[in-house]
T-cell receptor, first 114, second 113 residues
Framework: GAGVSQSPSNKVTEKGKDVELRCDPI?????LYWYRQSLGQGLEFLIY????????KSGLPSDRFSAERTGGSVSTLTIQRTQQEDSAVYLC????????????FGPGTRLTVL | GENVEQHPSTLSVQEGDSAVIKCTYS??????FPWYKQELGKGPQLIIDIRSNVGEKKDQRIAVTLNKTAKHFSLHITETQPEDSAVYFCAAEFKAAGNKLTFGGGTRVLVKP
């Protein structure tokens, strides 16, 4: 079946511009995660949606970062006034339920801020 | 917060040899420890996981061992093949932070033919 998809695959933007990254999770998965992966680094947790509960935003690095999940499915990660240090691969994952359920990752969006 | 240390950061092995990656974690309440493999240009993919009620789990050429007392777990790949070349991440469930996963920094494995 279809896996997690993300768009765009690559995004180049200028410093100060806003960007929106999209994630389509696996159908029926109630949990959705956003991670950031800087070059050669591990996965940094950003935000977690679980069903209709309030999202866990504890990993967002600044108030320039926000995310929404509409209708319990598609999610959008928005970065306002991008900075060069925002350059990274942004990964989305979904799972059936809790943290102990397998997380299925999308291919990521590579963001480059010039 | 939860901390997961992963070593080594890079590992080069000859085809056919074994590879071992070790991780330590800080949250003694953690009960779930997955391992992910990330190939170039792709998202991480789960390859094996272990829960705290067992000490070892094996799936063909890969195995994971867990020592809860010492708070460390390891990935073992035997008879390595070139297609095993990738970045491997360990992770641990972090109960105190709402049951999220905390990932290690990754190990880049290169299998030389």
């Amino acid at each position: 079946g279809a896996g997690v998809s993300q768009s765009p695959s690559n995004k180049v933007t200028e410093k100060g511009k806003d960007v929106e990254l999209r994630c389509d999770p696996i159908s029926g998965h109630t949990a959705l995660y956003w991670y950031r992966q800087s070059l050669g680094q591990g996965l940094e947790f950003l935000i977690y949606f679980q069903g209709n509960s309030a999202p866990d935003k504890s990993g967002l690095p600044s108030d320039r970062f926000s995310a929404e999940r509409t209708g319990g499915s598609v999610s959008t990660l928005t970065i306002q006034r991008t900075q060069q240090e925002d350059s990274a691969v942004y990964l989305c994952a979904s799972s059936v339920g809790t943290a102990t359920d397998t997380q299925y990752f999308g291919p990521g969006t590579r963001l480059t801020v010039l | 917060g939860e901390n997961v240390e992963q070593h080594p950061s890079t590992l080069s092995v000859q085809e056919g040899d074994s590879a071992v990656i070790k991780c330590t974690y800080s949250d003694s309440a953690s009960n779930y420890f997955p391992w992910y493999k990330q190939e170039l240009g792709k998202g991480p993919q789960l390859i094996i996981d272990i829960r705290s009620n067992v000490g070892e789990k094996k799936d063909q050429r890969i195995a994971v061992t867990l020592n809860k007392t010492a708070k460390h777990f390891s990935l073992h790949i035997t008879e390595t093949q070139p297609e095993d070349s990738a970045v491997y991440f360990c992770a641990a469930e972090f109960k105190a932070a709402g049951n999220k996963l905390t990932f290690g920094g990754g190990t880049r494995v290169l299998v030389k033919p």
